[in-house]
């Protein structure tokens, strides 16, 4: 049978130019197959254009050919290139009555059009034609169709019909026309909300098809209202229990696993409905259990049901022996060579954490491997992990390892991510003022353009207000720790804008409050600010206030001002300034100069940044102003809003609800008839009734007062100071020395998979670098000293552990503590702990561009394709003319890595010289125009064994 | 406004946001988006992807973050199959779903390669059109997804 297919397939090539295709095609396809470069794939497709723009003008283009065309269009597209031009001839395609040319009109017009397109209006009729076909393939395609194209608007257009379609015949149109409700759902929840009760209806579907893709619309329902659906918790345990029964179609099978992905589904959506309840997770005991004992880990799917499993435990409330299915499964996950297993065991490990802190303890080498691996994806899902276990014990380790790591990626979006959680840790479990400063200022250095403005607010706010304690003490030393902090920092090149910001403001308020620093001294800092970073008008601004507080505390405290020459010259550079702001600031401080130490105290006072002031929104102290002034005769304000709404047409305020609806949206019901106008009403001066105009909110403000800052934002931004108090204050570290110790009886139990080696301790301290070259298998101390300060928290076990501890090493408190933090005077990220794999090598690889390493590839591959190179020549219509491809077309399967068989460092193995071979025997036997007699026997062993 | 937050949260978990094909010159072979994307912003994205991807080693994860997707990608021969997920996705499964839509393909073309997919391009689509509505996977038995591809080929 098989051979018979092929047999056709070779027929059907050398008949018709290939697979029934035109020469053109195959030319164009072959010339992108060949293409070595994105410049020469670009060449291609715009002189493509060139000929389909002429040919698609042409008369009477037979229906076929258009079909080519059409593919020939998504071919730009999806290369990258403009193919709008032909979008109409795509529509047009969908009216055809030929169901192969409507699938491909309505493919390509879904792959070209996005839902608010104006072309979609001319498919709407289509569609609905469509809809009540007789053919239940063109139903098909015309839902398929619908899901992609249907916005809100058009939605009543088709939601009759596809409800309808709902109790069709044939499963396929029933599974579509759920789907096809299910978008409406996520474009316009309220335009089937009359509907909801289809998809539990649809449940029951006498077809297991539809009855699988019902469950993904009830997912959204059930995220978004749990409560409704609590009476389906047995009916999908039901569906679960059968399905794992096998009493599915064997067709939903994959790799031996009954319905995988519906069980999937089930265990996500079983995860939502029993979330902290009680008794429905006890309806789910026993069929977790089950699956815990049933599924098989040696197989990739096997492990995905696993891992959907964990996910459902840590959201239900699960027994003790679910809790410890997943922890054992977990476990597996951890000490599995693939880099996939792990990841997912880590992810695990973080969900797991929360109901039961010390599972993550038994794992710690593991999860510092991982901490440790080159292997990015793997590193960073490790950070969330720790950054899910972070306590005050271990703030410190973890915060300076994500920070080592922030700087070491170039990589923005991560960049941010990880900054803004470094500052919610350090938030939340700093252990002193000072290391929080320190953090911050580390987090500013290096993130400070990606990190939210908020976070700067913050720092100024909690350096203005202290910790909440009413210690002044305290509170002035933090200050003067980051005056201090910030003066070293201030001349590194470079500084981003928000952190010169933040410093300048620290400066200008606290610079000479203690006494250490002279104001020349400060303000000539400032100066510097301001010169350094002269096309920052921001950071000017900054610096210019920051000098009028310094000068006006020395006004206010007697001293004569001696302004330094280069601030004299900042000032009149700003006095000529194109920003009016920094012009104004230039003219106040310069009129402040002049003052007296009376008015001077009370425009700046000292230290007066967290004092209230109160607003008054109503300028109500110029009403007296204003009353004179309109007894004079002046006009009485009128507002924006009321001067701009007069010019409004009334007709749309009379129906301003519609407003919005009717400027865009397709209506479907007939036009009401046109009202007379009233043109009494529409003069300018009308005074339409307007809501309370908003723009009073931000009431005018001097810029220039010390508090501008932090009093801005005090409304909305808080530091959250709350649950903070409790937290701070010194940890003892009397439990990482004693974890420290007592890892190595741990390790021999088998947690890490370099544990074999016994006796760490004695031997760890004098044993440095060269153990690890030779790749001996121990437990670096380094990193059981990380492990014992990440891990070694509050856990009862540990007390007990620690009178074992015949360790031979036992550093003291301080250098424990200094080793296990990485300090300053080793800012590589960690490149000596764990990189068992030749870490240069691996980064160099990450270096490179992959395209130009590929150009090396492509020239081997063409070259060990040698033999292979005369495909294209069989395929098309001038057999004479052979063409080389570069296009592999070695068989897909052959390199897959062997799902069935789980592992990937297996398949990696076993693998490789014999299926390449037989895969290269076969394509050359293939295009010697012989027909294989036998399937290749090295194929189909993993899908098929 | 509450409908529109709702609406923000639901095209939020998406699951799957887009399946792409690519072989190892970098070249993209079929690409669908569950989301919409402009030109600019798909020749983007897939640049970077792709340049992620193929810098990666066989003992890697074979999932990567980008921006706010997570990627899933497993190599075949010559191709990559690259899926963007949400956050909130199973990879593992994912991952197997990959190997099933190619397993899908080489049940209908036989021996698939990358030229299959090439010449095909449209029958590739409609197998995912068939497992794929909405970002979610909907069809996952190989004879109904082909069902409707193999009628089509009969009919001509």
């Known amino acids: 049978m098989e051979q018979l297919k092929t047999i056709g397939r070779e027929l059907a090539m050398g008949s018709q130019g290939g697979f029934g295709q035109s020469k053109e095609f195959l030319d164009l396809v072959k010339s992108i197959g060949e293409s070595r470069s994105k410049a020469e794939e670009d060449r291609i497709v715009l002189s493509e254009i060139d000929i389909l723009k002429r040919k698609l003008l042409e008369p009477d283009v037979p229906k076929r050919k258009m079909k080519e065309y059409i593919i020939r269009l998504v071919y730009i597209e999806m290369l990258g290139h403009d193919a709008s031009f032909g979008y109409i001839h795509a529509v047009k395609m969908t009216h055809d009555d030929n169901l192969l040319l409507k699938r491909t009109g309505y493919l390509a017009v879904t792959l070209f059009l996005d839902e608010d397109h104006d072309l979609i209006i001319l498919i709407v009729n289509t569609i609905q034609k469509d809809l009540r076909s007789d053919n239940y393939l063109v139903v098909c395609a015309a839902l398929n169709a619908v899901c992609r194209l249907i916005n809100e608007e058009t939605i009543p257009a088709v939601l009759p019909q596809v409800v309808d379609l709902l109790n069709h015949g044939k499963e396929a149109v029933r599974k579509k026309a759920i789907m096809a409700l299910h978008r409406f759902h996520r474009k316009s929840p309220s335009s089937v909300s009359h509907l909801v009760s289809n998809f539990r209806r649809k449940l029951c579907d006498s077809d297991p098809g539809v009855m699988g893709a019902t469950l993904c619309p009830l997912f959204d329902l059930i995220s978004e209202d749990v409560a409704s659906y609590k009476d389906l918790v047995s009916s999908f345990v039901g569906i679960l229990k059968q399905v794992t029964e096998r009493k599915l179609p064997k067709s939903y099978d994959y790799h031996q696993m009954p319905a995988p992905f519906i069980q999937i589904k089930l265990l996500k959506i079983m995860a939502l409905l029993s979330s902290g309840d009680k008794s429905a997770s006890e309806m789910m005991y026993m069929v977790l259990g089950d699956l815990f004992r049933k599924c098989d880990s040696s197989t990739n799917i096997g492990n995905a049901i696993l891992y959907e499993c964990i996910r459902c435990i840590s959201c239900i409330i699960p027994s003790p022996k679910l809790l410890e299915d997943a922890a054992e499964a977990i476990s597996k996950f951890l000490k599995s060579d693939s880099h996939n297993l792990k990841y997912m065991g880590i992810d695990g490990l973080g969900r797991l954490i929360k109901i039961s802190s010390d599972i993550a303890e038994q794992h710690q080498l593991a999860v510092i491997d991982c901490l440790e691996d080159p292997d990015d994806t793997l590193k960073r899902k490790t950070f969330e992990l720790l950054y899910k276990m972070t306590k005050s014990s271990n703030v410190e380790v973890i915060v300076d390892r994500m920070i080592d790591y922030m700087i070491s990626i170039n990589d923005n979006h991560y960049k941010t991510e990880i900054a803004s959680r470094c500052v919610e840790l350090a938030e939340q479990f700093a252990p002193s003022n000072q290391w929080f400063i320190q953090i911050m200022n580390k987090v500013f250095e290096h993130a400070g353009d990606l990190v939210n403005i908020k976070v700067a607010h913050n720092l100024m706010r909690l350096i203005a207000e202290g910790f909440g304690e009413d210690d002044d003490d305290a509170d002035n030393k933090l200050r003067l720790s980051a005056v201090e902090s910030y003066l070293q920092i201030i001349s590194e090149p470079k500084l981003p804008s928000l952190f010169l910001q933040v410093i300048s403001w620290v400066l200008g308020e606290y610079g000479t409050a203690d006494g250490k620093y002279s104001a020349s001294y400060i303000s000539g800092k400032l100066c510097d600010v301001a010169d350094a970073y002269s096309s920052d008008e921001t950071v000017k601004g900054y610096a210019v206030t920051a000098l009028m507080k310094i000068y006006a505390f020395e006004i206010a405290s007697g001293r004569k001002v001696d302004v330094l020459p280069e601030c004299q010259s900042l000032i009149e550079e700003l006095l000529a300034s194109h920003s009016t702001d920094l012009q104004q600031r230039a003219y106040e401080l310069q009129a402040l100069l002049a003052l007296d130490a009376r008015a001077v105290e009370s425009i700046l006072p000292l230290d007066a940044s967290c004092e209230d002031i109160e607003v008054d929104k109503d300028l109500s102290f110029l009403n007296g102003y204003i009353q004179q002034a309109i007894e004079s005769g002046a006009q009485p304000y009128v507002s924006e809003r009321e001067r701009s709404g007069g010019m409004f047409e009334t007709t749309d305020y009379h129906s301003q609800d519609h407003h919005e609806v009717t400027s865009h949206a397709l209506r479907f019901e007939a036009y009401e008839l046109p009202k007379p106008s009233v043109p009494s009403q529409a003069s300018t001066t009308a005074l339409v009734p307007v809501p309370e105009p908003s723009y009073y909110s931000e009431p005018h403000q001097p810029i220039s007062t010390s508090s501008s800052v932090s009093e801005r934002e005090s409304s909305e931004i808080k530091l959250r100071l709350d649950g903070v108090k409790q937290k701070w204050g010194r940890p003892s570290y009397q439990s990482s020395t004693s974890a420290s110790s007592s890892t190595p009886p741990q390790a021999a139990n088998g947690t890490s998979t370099h544990s074999d080696g016994g006796g760490v301790a004695s031997s760890s301290s004098s044993k440095p670098r060269s153990s690890y070259e030779s790749k001996k298998p121990e437990i670096d101390p380094e990193k059981q000293r990380l492990a014992a300060s990440l891990f070694g928290g509050s856990s009862s076990s540990r007390s007990d552990r620690k009178s074992s501890s015949g360790g031979g090493h036992k550093p003291a408190k301080g250098t424990a503590n200094k080793a296990a933090t990485v300090p300053k005077e080793n800012p590589i990220p960690v490149p000596d702990l764990l990189d068992f794999d030749e870490p240069t090598g691996t980064s160099d690889v990450a270096a490179t561009d992959p395209f130009k390493e590929l150009e090396g590839l492509m020239e081997s591959s063409s070259q060990d394709g040698g033999g292979s190179t005369d495909v294209m020549g069989l395929y098309s219509t001038d057999a004479s003319a052979p063409v080389k491809t570069t296009t592999s077309v070695d068989s897909l399967l052959s390199e897959l890595s062997d799902s069935s068989r789980g592992t990937y460092h297996q398949s990696q193995t076993t693998k490789g010289p014999n299926s390449k071979e037989a895969l290269e025997k076969d394509a050359l036997i293939r295009q010697m125009g012989v027909n294989p007699t036998s399937q290749n026997p090295t194929l189909f062993k993993d899908l098929l064994g | ?156």
């Open chain 2, 1 to 156: 406004r509450s409908e529109k937050r709702t609406q923000k949260a639901l095209e939020g978990k998406m699951g799957i946001r887009f399946i792409l094909m690519v072989n190892k010159q970098g070249q993209t072979r079929l690409a669908q988006y569950y989301e919409w994307l402009t030109l600019e912003q798909r020749r983007a994205l897939e640049g970077e992807i792709v340049r992620k991807c193929l810098a990666r080693n066989d003992q890697q994860c074979s999932f990567v973050e980008h921006r706010n997707y997570k990627i899933v990608y497993r190599r075949y021969a010559s191709l990559f199959f690259m899926v963007g997920v949400d956050d909130d996705e199973n990879e593992l499964a994912i991952l197997e779903f990959i190997h099933l839509l190619v397993e899908t393909m080489d049940k209908h073309f036989g021996n698939v390669c990358e030229l299959d997919i090439m010449f095909h391009l449209e029958k590739a689509h409609f197998m995912l059109e068939e497992m794929v509505m909405n970002g979610c996977i909907v069809e996952t038995s190989k004879a109904n997804i082909l069902s409707p591809i193999q009628l089509m080929d009969k009919a001509h």
